[in-house]
C-alpha cells in the first residue's frame, strides 16, 4: 500500500501569525505617532495661563463685551503687504476718537509667534501701523482706548495670504 499524499493548501504558520501581529500593531503605534505629532503642531493647548482665575473674571468679561457691542461702534482690519489699517467708527458712522489702539496677533498654532502692534492715528478714524504678518490664520485682538478707559474692543480671525 502505497502511502497516498494529498497536496495541502495554505498552511497558516506561526511566522504568519506574527507577521499578522506586527503589521496590526505597526498600524496603531503609526496612526498614534501621526496624531500626536499634528496635535503638538497644530494647536498649543494653552487657552489662558491660569484657568480659575479666568472663570472669576469670565461674567465681568461677558458684561464689558455685551456693554461695548450695545454700543454700536464697528472696527474694520485690513492687512495689505507690511500694511495694517484699522478702520473704526462710532454707531452714526462718524470716525471714533481713541489715543490708543494696539493689535495683539495671536497665532492658533503657536504662541511664540504672537506679536502686538501698535496703530497710531492716520485721520478719520483710521489707524496704521507697518509690520510684516506671516502668512497663516491669526487671531487679532484689538483693543481702542481713550483717556485710560476701554472705549471698544474687537476680536477678529483672519487669514493672511503668501505673497
Excluded at 472696527?75 to 454707531?91: F, H, K, M, P, Q
Excluded at 497665532?107 to 496704521?128: N, W
Amino acid at each position: 500500500m502505497a502511502a497516498e499524499r494529498k497536496e495541502q493548501g495554505f498552511v497558516f504558520t506561526g511566522w504568519h501569525m506574527a507577521a499578522v501581529m506586527v503589521l496590526f500593531f505597526g498600524t496603531i503605534i503609526t496612526v498614534n505617532l501621526i496624531m500626536a505629532w499634528n496635535a503638538s503642531h497644530s494647536w498649543s493647548g494653552l487657552v489662558v495661563q491660569n484657568t480659575y482665575v479666568a472663570s472669576q473674571q469670565f461674567n465681568g468679561k461677558v458684561a464689558l463685551a455685551k456693554e461695548l457691542a450695545a454700543s454700536g461702534i464697528e472696527g474694520n482690519l485690513t492687512i495689505e503687504g507690511s500694511r495694517i489699517a484699522y478702520r473704526v467708527v462710532d454707531a452714526k458712522g462718524a470716525p471714533l476718537l481713541a489715543d490708543d489702539v494696539s493689535a495683539i496677533f495671536k497665532s492658533p498654532v503657536d504662541e511664540r509667534k504672537d506679536f502686538t502692534v501698535i496703530l497710531v492715528p492716520a485721520g478719520q478714524g483710521l489707524f496704521v501701523a507697518e509690520r510684516d504678518v506671516p502668512a497663516g490664520q491669526w487671531i487679532v485682538d484689538i483693543g481702542t482706548t481713550r483717556d485710560g478707559a476701554k472705549v471698544f474692543h474687537q476680536t477678529l480671525r483672519t487669514v493672511v495670504a503668501a505673497t
